[in-house]
């Protein structure tokens, strides 16, 4: 049971004893003036626990009220293709997410204008058939975790949307310095343009 119902029960309880212990004392009492005092408390007892269950009532509704102006999860909309232009909304950190095709395989990406190269972890490289080995990590790429050896690449083909964009240089690095793959600027500045305004990104063959 809840505790604003457990309340109100207890207070009708209470209320009923009470006023069964004056009933007995008006039929036990001759005095009119002290039956008038006593139907009098009475009175003002019943009215204090109508007040009481008032304002139980008055809570229920205002938390009823509060839970129905609760606002839904934002949910930014699918990116939007038409023709050579796609315009991407962003998600709830600001970052503009889109899925690529690379080589024929679909891989996420989170656009980088940051980024100088187009830039895949190693586990999403490989499905797009690009597998380095040891002796390929020859450049250093500086992140958040400080300086990582990276293995230079060129990518044939990607696609987003109704663009494509071909012999991209790119950069794979291991999965564990990298949290997502980055769609940046050797990608980008193959476009007609790239612009950003009012939540969304477009971007435009």
Same mark, same amino acid.
């Given at each position: ?16 004893? *009470? ?11 001759? @005095?009119?003036?002290?039956?008038? #005092? #006593? ?11 109508? *007040? ?47 899925? *690529? ?12 204008? @940051? ?9 999403? =490289?490989? !499905? ?10 020859? =450049? ?14 060129? #990518?044939?083909? #990607?696609?987003?949307? @109704? ?20 769609? @940046? ?5 193959? !476009? ?14």
């Amino acid at each position: 049971m809840p505790y604003h119902q457990h309340t109100v029960l207890q207070q009708y309880l209470c209320v009923n004893a *009470a006023l069964s212990l004056i009933w007995q004392i008006l039929r036990r009492t001759r @005095g009119i003036a002290m039956r008038q #005092i #006593i139907f009098l408390a009475a009175v003002l007892l019943g009215m204090g626990a109508f *007040a009481a269950r008032y304002a139980d009532h008055a809570v229920e509704s205002r938390n009823d009220a509060q839970a129905a102006v609760v606002q839904p999860a934002y949910e930014p909309r699918e990116p939007v293709s038409s023709g050579r232009s796609l315009t991407v909304d962003a998600d709830r950190q600001g970052h503009f997410q889109v899925e *690529a095709r690379v080589e024929g395989r679909f891989i996420d990406f989170v656009v980088d204008t @940051g980024a100088s190269l187009v830039v895949l972890r190693e586990s999403s =490289a490989a !499905l797009a058939g690009i597998r380095p080995q040891p002796h390929d990590y020859t =450049a250093v790429a500086v992140t958040a975790n400080g300086r990582i050896k990276a293995a230079p690449a060129k #990518i044939d083909r #990607i696609e987003v949307g @109704g663009i494509t964009v071909y012999d991209v240089p790119a950069m794979v690095l291991p999965d564990e310095a990298l949290a997502k793959n980055l769609l @940046g600027v050797s990608f980008l500045s193959r !476009l007609k343009r790239y612009e950003y305004a009012n939540g969304r990104l477009v971007l435009e063959q």
